[in-house]
């Protein structure tokens, strides 16, 4: 892996891909070229501008590129498809794997693309930043709402009703604690341990 790998990202929001590329640059190295497919990033602009995401736009990029993933994302060495666990209901899936499964029938043929990781996190990306920053329990992927208990950490700030703001640029600074944590958290959390091992098979198929 001389050259700088190409990782294309896939996520209900812009606030999920820093906390992937947190455990991105701690199993593959930080000289990587991110590629923000879904929700896409303006570059014309500030840099900061970014279109609509939501689950709903992941299933429809995924359903847009089944069977033709290699032409569509030609030059990526790895897709990281998200989707949180919390949109279990909404598709009929009991557990994380019937839900990986959904992902995958969205993908058709481009299920097997060899460069495809899908990433589910148990409720929500925002658990893995609770974990690094605060007290850490194998439960934590199971709260509802994270966000909330990183506002009560002090590493969010609220608006006026209350709410936790989920702001990409404070993401970022946080998740650089996860990429320092992550060789403590990942074993504890079920759904960040399976992405960072499928990292790691992807770490070793590049190498080879």
């Excluded at 996520?11 to 070229?33: F, K, Q």
Aim: glycine share 6%; charged share 30%.
């Amino acid at each position: 892996m001389t050259d700088s790998l190409q990782i294309a990202f896939v996520c209900e929001g812009p606030t999920d891909s820093p906390i992937l590329e947190a455990v991105v640059e701690a199993i593959l190295g930080a000289d990587y070229v991110p590629l923000y497919l879904q929700p896409e990033r303006d570059m014309l602009s500030d840099g900061e501008s970014w279109g609509d995401g939501n689950d709903d736009r992941v299933r429809a990029w995924c359903e847009q590129r089944a069977g033709n993933l290699e032409y569509a994302v030609y030059g990526a060495d790895v897709i990281i498809v998200q989707l949180d666990a919390d949109r279990c209901a909404k598709y009929g899936a009991s557990s994380t794997a019937e839900l990986c499964a959904t992902v995958k029938g969205w993908l058709g043929a481009s299920a097997s693309d060899a460069r495809l990781v899908i990433v589910l996190p148990a409720q929500a990306t925002e658990s893995w930043l609770v974990a690094a920053h605060g007290a850490l329990s194998p439960q934590l992927e199971r709260e509802r709402h994270p966000e909330e208990r990183l506002a009560a950490l002090g590493k969010l700030e609220r608006d006026h009703d209350g709410r936790a703001i989920k702001s990409r640029q404070r993401y970022v600074s946080l998740a650089e604690r996860l990429r320092e944590e992550l060789p403590r958290v990942r074993g504890v959390l079920d759904e960040l341990e399976r992405f960072a091992s499928k990292l790691e098979r992807h770490r070793e198929r590049l190498a080879s």
